[in-house]
Nanobody, 127 residues
Framework: QVQIEESGGGLVQPGGSLTLSCTNSEAPTSVYAVGWFRQVPGKEREILACINNSGGAPYSPHSVKGRFTISRDNSRKTVYLQTNNLEPDDPAVYHC????????????????????WGQGIQVTVSS
């Protein structure tokens, strides 16, 4: 069982930024992809950005390109989501998920679902 822990959520003013972190307990030899997602009650889960731990390029759907950037620190087994210029439509519970042996593009295009999920963190945008 892979453990996942997210952190970095909270309250931010419109136009502000947050750095979300996702740390997992995957074995050092595992090859896996990590995706950041968000969900608002009553709406479908939205895929934000994906990356793997083996040097491949990250992938982000069009909706958040330019505002959200995903990055990784393999030594810490941590994936970050830098969220900039947060807007009133961005509040949600943000989750990260891990799936093995899948490319970031395949994960972000919805061809695979994560096998492991974190509990999620709340992001609130308000003045």
């Amino acid at each position: 069982q892979v453990q996942i822990e997210e952190s970095g959520g909270g309250l931010v003013q419109p136009g502000g930024s947050l750095t979300l972190s996702c740390t997992n307990s995957e074995a050092p030899t595992s090859v896996y992809a990590v995706g950041w997602f968000r969900q608002v009650p009553g709406k479908e889960r939205e895929i934000l950005a994906c990356i793997n731990n083996s040097g491949g390029a990250p992938y982000s759907p069009h909706s958040v390109k330019g505002r959200f950037t995903i990055s990784r620190d393999n030594s810490r087994k941590t994936v970050y989501l830098q969220t900039n210029n947060l807007e009133p439509d961005d509040p949600a519970v943000y989750h990260c998920g891990v799936v093995r042996l899948v490319t970031p593009q395949a994960l972000c295009l919805g061809r695979y679902a994560p096998d492991y999920w974190g509990q999620g963190i709340q992001v609130t945008v308000s003045s």
